[in-house]
């Protein structure tokens, strides 16, 4: 923290350990991916280590969140033995005032959405930064596609609006997701007028296989503030 700038680490380390507050021994626990879940999958590793819960079985929405629980002897289960889970904790990448999200920041979208479909409860943990008054107004929505023909997906996503750029990784070649797929992401200059259009309209397409819009889904949200927010 420099210049009287929140700390955002600690930012996103609140809210993570206030969602985790939420979880109660003998639960099924969706297990979320990126920089803030990390810090909820960490302190239900703590609290089982410290015996404040048992119990608990996780199921994780990336590879990389099953190799951090494992690394933290937490339980792990699938959404096939499971199929009912009672409550995920998961990051976002925007929020709006209606509890709608944008998700995948990660690269994760297609798993944390089909694990917050299945789950009673879905909590959102964030830093103050991704609160938004529409969604993409900061934030690309990424759009989740098998790998052959991705490109023909990119004129009608244009004609909706956005700027679509296939995501890299840091070697600079195609991004590849857990599940074998490429991401899309779409820059919508001004943000998404509605956002529920534009997910039917992209879903619907033949080859895609999921937005990282999040809508309906009625989260509850832990935001870290800063001191001043």
């Known amino acids: 923290m420099t210049d009287g700038a929140p700390d955002v680490t600690a930012l996103k380390r609140n809210a993570a350990e206030q969602a985790v507050e939420r979880v109660a021994s003998g639960m099924v626990i969706g297990l979320g991916t990126g920089s803030t879940a990390k810090y909820a999958v960490e302190a239900i590793g703590?609290?089982?280590?410290?015996?404040?819960?048992?119990?608990i079985v996780g199921i994780p929405t990336s590879i990389q969140t099953r190799d951090l629980a494992t690394s933290l002897g937490i339980p792990l289960t699938?959404?096939?033995?499971?199929?009912?889970?009672?409550?995920?904790?998961?990051?976002?990448?925007?929020?709006?005032?209606?509890?709608?999200?944008?998700?995948?920041g990660g690269g994760a979208l297609l798993w944390e959405k089909i694990v917050a479909g299945a789950s009673a409860k879905l909590c959102i943990?964030?830093?103050?930064?991704k609160l938004v008054d529409?969604?993409?107004e900061s934030f690309p929505v990424p759009v989740e596609v098998v790998r052959f023909g991705w490109r023909t997906h990119e004129a009608q996503l244009r004609e909706m609006g956005a700027d679509p750029v296939l995501r890299p990784n840091a070697a600079g070649e195609p991004f590849v997701t857990d599940e074998g797929?490429?991401?899309?992401?779409?820059?919508?200059?001004?943000?998404?007028v509605d956002p529920h259009a534009v997910h039917d309209a992209i879903v619907g397409r033949p080859g895609v296989v999921e937005t990282g819009l999040f809508?309906?889904?009625?989260?509850?949200?832990?935001?870290?503030?800063?001191?001043?927010?």
């Open 46 to 55: 703590r609290k089982l280590k410290e015996g404040d819960l048992s119990d």
């Open 78 to 104: 699938t959404l096939n033995e499971h199929q009912a889970i009672d409550l995920t904790i998961d990051g976002a990448d925007e929020i709006d005032p209606d509890g709608n999200l944008i998700k995948g």
């Open 125 to 129: 943990v964030a830093d103050e930064s």
């Open 134 to 136: 529409r969604l993409g």
């Open 181 to 192: 797929h490429y991401i899309i992401d779409c820059r919508f200059p001004g943000g998404i």
């Open 215 to 229: 809508l309906g889904m009625s989260p509850e949200v832990f935001v870290g503030r800063s001191e001043s927010g």
